[in-house]
Nanobody, 115 residues
Framework: VQLVESGGGLVQPGGSLRLSCAAS????????MSWHRQAPGKERELVAA????????NYADSVKGRFTISRDNSKNTMYLQMNSLKPDDTAVYYC?????????WGQGTQVTVSS
């Protein structure tokens, strides 16, 4: 199993970024997936999760209305569209296989929100 995140970077407050998670080594379309983040000095937290078909999504209260999780099973890829970014969104973002329990993780991509 391999999960590779991309799309992180430096963005000003109020800006947008789209993260991608390319998956391989398992039957992507049959598994729920999730995005997590970890800020310096804080525990890793679940940001958003999506079912295998993409029909059900869940979000942390802190990102509801600003972030959108989606997936393209034909490309074995999951996305996180992040809008109206705030400095508190600064963290390393990880994708994970699973939406309730998580058995594989990507290496993470840094998102920094700063002026």
């Amino acid at each position: 199993v391999q999960l590779v995140e991309s799309g992180g970077g430096l963005v000003q407050p109020g800006g947008s970024l789209r993260l991608s998670c390319a998956a391989s080594g398992f039957t992507f379309r049959t598994y729920g997936m999730s995005w997590h983040r970890q800020a310096p000095g804080k525990e890793r937290e679940l940001v958003a999760a999506i079912t295998s078909a993409g029909s059900i999504t869940n979000y942390a209260d802190s990102v509801k209305g600003r972030f959108t999780i989606s997936r393209d099973n034909s490309k074995n890829t999951m996305y996180l569209q992040m809008n109206s970014l705030k400095p508190d969104d600064t963290a390393v973002y990880y994708c994970a296989k699973g939406r309730v329990t998580f058995d594989y993780w990507g290496q993470g991509t840094q998102v920094t929100v700063s002026s």
